[in-house]
């Protein structure tokens, strides 16, 4: 089995800056490509931005030049950096861990952008 827990959510005004954590642990062998997805109330969950197990990164259009993925050397643990966060980013973020087998997520963290 693989967990994947995120922290880091939280309530920021416009503008502000939120930096999100997922830990991934469990039978997991290597370091496997993850990313970070987000699901607002109504709306399909939508990509936030991915990064591969040799680092290279993808991002959605709409979070370009403000949200910065990372991941520690060696590790299935990524970063999420978010600045000049405005309202519509307010969801829920969710992690994801794509093996040979299948996709995990993680039970999501709330990020509240509101004045």
């Known amino acids: 089995q693989v967990q994947l827990v995120e922290s880091g959510g939280d309530l920021a005004q416009p503008g502000g800056s939120l930096r999100l954590s997922c830990a991934a642990s469990?039978?997991?062998?290597?370091?496997?490509?993850m990313g970070w997805y987000r699901q607002a109330p109504g709306k399909q969950r939508e990509l936030v931005a991915t990064i591969t197990g040799g680092g290279l990164t993808n991002y959605a259009e709409s979070v370009k030049g403000r949200f910065t993925i990372s991941r520690e050397n060696g590790k299935n643990i990524v970063y999420l950096q978010m600045n000049s966060l405005k309202p519509e980013d307010t969801a829920v973020y969710l992690c994801n861990l794509i093996t040979t087998l299948r996709s995990y997520w993680g039970q999501g963290t709330q990020v509240t952008v509101s004045s």
């Open positions: 469990g039978s997991i062998f290597g370091i496997k490509p």
